[in-house]
């Protein structure tokens, strides 16, 4: 079984409070991007490629392996690796007959790009659990992989709805939201800066937002600009102007909206005119080598 793994993008994100566990509450929109969402993007690659099979056969267990971008931890941390084992062991206990698939292969092909806010390892983790569940017979329930997915990072959860979402607590609170943004071209830029999640809450100051984005799919995106706001950009931007400066770029070049996604350092923009954004796509390309495009 082959998938390919999309990202996701933030539309406004609100840190609301901190949590007595050291969590911060929120509430900001998950959209999702990539080929598995019907977004179509330039240039290949961008999502991840994650297969999965299994041989029957004697020896019993899970081998992993990983190809394309390197990833920059210790494979006990890698959250594919973390998914693979929870779900097994969980499945071992409940059913207690994992020997008869033998040995499980998963190999990931890595092209989402780490410390960008795009939430990319946790969407790995997301179809590493759906996957396992359908390769082994599909035995639990959407709510019971929603608590495994939890268990492994607060929006692994979002990817296994993947489909635009209101968040809240931890980001694992889902409701869906009536968003569509295939009628717009979307711009995603990766600049070489890697934002630490860890630095980056360290720096925000909780704050009751003045938008309630649950009502973000009623106004025009033109609007966004004056309403929608990602609280981690005052923080990082002070630490890296640079990202500030592109997202300046990005408005100036005609963009309808442009904000950072997450926590960073990824930012994209939104277009109503393709060849704008197409246009905007070849100048960054010189500066950044890192930019996709998605819609036509």
């Not at 900001?28 to 991840?48: A, I, K, N, R, S």
């Not at 954004?277 to 950044?288: D, G, I, M, N, W």
């Amino acid at each position: 079984m082959i998938r390919f793994v999309n990202a996701k993008i933030n539309i406004g994100l609100n840190i609301i409070s901190k949590r007595p566990d050291g969590y911060h509450d929120l509430e900001t929109v998950f959209y999702p991007v990539g080929l598995e969402c019907g977004l179509p993007h330039q240039p290949e690659p961008f999502d991840d490629i994650l297969e999965v099979t299994y041989n029957g056969g004697e020896v019993s267990g899970c081998r992993f392996q990983f190809v394309g971008r390197r990833i920059d931890c210790p494979p006990k941390k890698n959250l594919v690796v973390k998914a693979a084992s929870h779900f097994l062991g969980r499945y071992n206990e409940d059913f207690d007959d994992l020997s008869r698939f033998g040995m499980f292969e998963i190999t990931l092909d890595k092209h989402l790009p780490d410390g960008a806010g795009l939430g990319g390892g946790s969407a790995d983790a997301a179809f590493t659990l759906a996957m396992l569940n359908e390769v082994t017979g599909g035995h639990y329930s959407a709510e019971l992989l929603n608590r495994m997915a939890v268990k492994i990072g607060a929006d692994c959860a979002f990817f296994l709805e993947n489909r635009p979402c209101f968040a809240t607590g931890i980001g694992d609170i889902l409701t869906p939201v009536e968003l569509d943004l295939k009628s717009y071209t979307l711009l995603i830029v990766k600049p070489d800066v890697y934002v630490s999640t860890v630095e980056a809450f360290a720096n925000i100051t909780p704050q009751r937002p003045k938008f309630d984005l649950r009502f973000l799919p009623y106004m025009p995106v033109r609007d966004w600009k004056d309403n929608v706001v990602n609280d981690f950009e005052a923080p990082v931007f002070a630490r890296h102007p640079e990202l500030g400066a592109l997202k300046e770029r990005l408005y100036e070049s005609g963009a309808l909206f442009a904000l950072m996604s997450g926590s960073g350092s990824a930012l994209y923009a939104i277009y109503e005119d393709y060849e704008v954004a197409h246009a905007e796509r070849e100048q960054l390309k010189s500066t950044y080598p890192e930019v996709w495009l998605f819609g036509m």
